[in-house]
């Protein structure tokens, strides 16, 4: 009865998704509609014209909600409150209408709806960092000025009327641009760096005198000529033998956070200038494979800013940024960083998992660096990468959008495949005049090529998972469940089946952003001609953490609409 229960809710959403591809409220076209996305290239759709407040922060929730949230002291907002966070009224007085606590900073943006509703922060998040819980809350620590030691949690919810809370318990040093990486085992997430922070802890917190520990990498990547160190929201990705690989300016290692010590240290990128914050490059983990046993784990960092970029655009010199990628296997025992170029210099990019195991650069510029008013010459046509194509052919420049996509930016993968672009603000407050690049509201999806109408017959719909034995919690790790789904044609002899950890991004940084490629242990049409597949769940939260996953069904290189699955150690 279970099984069938989780199998109906989830057709359900899969035909809610799909209603919604078929007319998207405001824009009068869909991915569903599309004939040939840009042939090629994809296609752009604007979705809204304002959301109210700057996407400096998104991340997607498992109730198919986007989490939109910018900084506090931003001023007034889209969206004005009745009563501050304090209780206190806000009134029509010109003081009131001017004051930045009187107004949302946070929003919830609905996919189906494609509607905006306005959330209470109490403390600055401007900088923050967060993960995903087990239950699907979303932990977001630290942030700027008052905010900069809090502890919010927000757990979606269906009826939409959920909110942020603010933990009594505290950080024990201020984290203003710091990292977050959820880890193995049950809901433990590390906090690590910060502005003129050298240090790391561990959040929930499992009592109040739960500390701090000093990492002496922090304090050798931190660069004295540059405001930011250079080292700011390090890149952080958990190998699959459970240690945790930290990259910070140019300088990488593998740490072992039980025993506290660095178990490798990794040769320096090469090539002059810095890939973190305010240099603002950005690094994904690559798709995971069953097929090595999910062992062999690769790191790729793309773009950055030149040396001495942050000094020059104090002068009003934008260096152009760094065209170079590495990419580094970071298990076994045979370090190298391999490099490539990408079609043009980038900094202030995002970097994205496709369904597909593809990669997508999107946002930034290709002149300057983090921070406000330090960047120039919008980067407006986003790249994919391939992966698994041989050198020289892995680039690809996509559509052009004509919304520039600066400091404060933000893009997330959707369950139906496309991306959602957002924000944009290299302005102390919201500006629209006689600025270089104006405060940013609209809210955009890039369509991939690969929802274009002709791929229909070869795309996999209907997705349903079955947990089976397991119950509704979800499915345990090493164990089998199964995945059926339609298909209009003979399936490909690649049919895959790819597990995505939403990110939480900010400032080119996707915190939690996995990729794996499952086993599927069997797979035959059924007597009602829906296929029937039996999928083996990872080995172990070394390779996923707990958590919800979007499972997307990938037949010839053609996804389906992603459904969300849940892997648990209990």
């Known amino acids: 009865m279970a099984d069938q229960k989780h199998q109906y809710s989830l057709s359900f959403k899969s035909l809610l998704i799909a209603a919604f591809l078929l007319w998207i409220p405001d824009v009068g076209f869909s991915a569903a509609a599309i004939g040939s996305p840009g042939r090629g290239q994809g296609q752009w759709q604007l979705l809204l014209n304002n959301t ?33 966070y304090n209780g206190r009224r806000c009134t029509r007085s010109k003081n009131d209408f001017q004051d930045s606590s009187c107004y949302a900073h946070t929003v919830e943006y609905d996919i189906f709806q494609n509607k905006i509703s306005p959330l209470t922060l109490y403390t600055d998040p401007w900088g923050s960092s967060g993960s995903f819980l087990s239950n699907g809350t979303l932990l977001q620590t630290g942030g700027f000025g008052h905010g900069s030691r809090s502890i919010r949690y927000f757990r979606p919810c269906q009826d939409r009327k959920c909110d942020w809370k603010e933990s009594r318990r505290r950080l024990s040093n201020e984290r203003w641009y710091a990292s977050n990486q959820r880890l193995p085992g049950h809901d433990r997430v590390i906090v690590l760096g910060g502005t003129r922070v050298f240090t790391y802890e561990f959040v929930p917190k499992r009592s109040d005198g739960e500390g701090a520990f000093d990492l002496p990498f922090l304090h050798q990547t931190y660069d004295p000529d540059s405001t930011g160190g250079n080292n700011l929201y390090p890149f952080l990705h958990l190998s699959s033998d459970g240690n945790l690989f930290i990259f910070a300016n140019r300088d990488s290692i593998l740490f072992n956070l039980r025993r506290n010590r660095v178990v490798k240290t990794f040769p320096q990128i090469p090539g002059a200038g810095s890939r973190n914050y305010p240099s603002s490059g950005s ?14 784990v690769e790191v790729m960092v793309c ?23 590495g990419r580094m296997v970071i298990t076994g025992n045979k370090h190298k960083w391999n490099m490539e170029n990408m079609p043009g210099p980038r900094l202030l990019n995002d970097m ?58 933000t893009a997330i993968v959707l369950p139906d495949g496309r991306i959602l672009v957002a924000g944009s603000n290299p302005n102390n407050r919201y500006a629209s005049r006689n600025v270089a690049y104006p405060t940013e509201l609209r809210l955009q999806a890039f369509v991939p090529q690969y929802m274009g109408r002709e791929y229909h017959n070869n795309r996999p719909i209907n997705v349903t998972i079955h947990y089976g034995d397991h119950g509704e919690d979800g499915v345990k790790y090493g164990r089998e469940f199964r995945v059926g789904f339609s298909l209009g044609t003979k399936p490909s002899n690649g ?23 499952l086993k599927c242990r069997s797979m035959e049409r059924a007597k009602d001609g829906r296929m029937d597949a039996i999928v083996q769940a990872p080995p172990s939260s070394n390779v996923a953490p707990p958590g919800y996953f979007m499972l997307t069904v990938v037949n010839g290189g053609i996804p389906s609409i992603s459904q969300w699955v849940r892997f648990t150690d209990t």
């Open 52 to 84: 109210g407040v700057v996407a400096m922060h998104m991340a997607l929730t498992h109730q198919n909600t986007v989490l939109m949230f910018d900084q506090t002291g931003s001023g007034p907002t889209g969206y004005r409150l009745r009563h501050r």
């Open 495 to 517: 049919v895959e089946f790819n597990v995505y950890a939403p990110p939480v991004t900010t400032h080119s940084i996707s915190m939690n952003q996995r990729m794996l490629k």
């Open 283 to 296: 690094s994904v983990i690559l798709p995971l494979d069953h097929r090595d046993g999910f062992q062999k």
């Open 352 to 409: 994205l998992i496709l369904p597909t195991g593809d990669i997508l650069i999107i946002n930034g510029a290709q002149s300057g660096c983090g921070g406000s008013n330090n960047a120039r010459n919008a980067s407006l046509q986003p790249y994919l990468y391939k992966p698994n194509s041989r050198l020289g052919r892995r680039f690809s420049v996509l559509k052009s959008t004509k919304i520039a996509r600066m400091y404060h930016s």
């Open 303 to 325: 773009g950055g800013a030149a040396s001495g970029a942050y000094k020059a655009a104090g002068e009003g010199r934008y260096l152009k940024g760094l065209s170079s990628c």
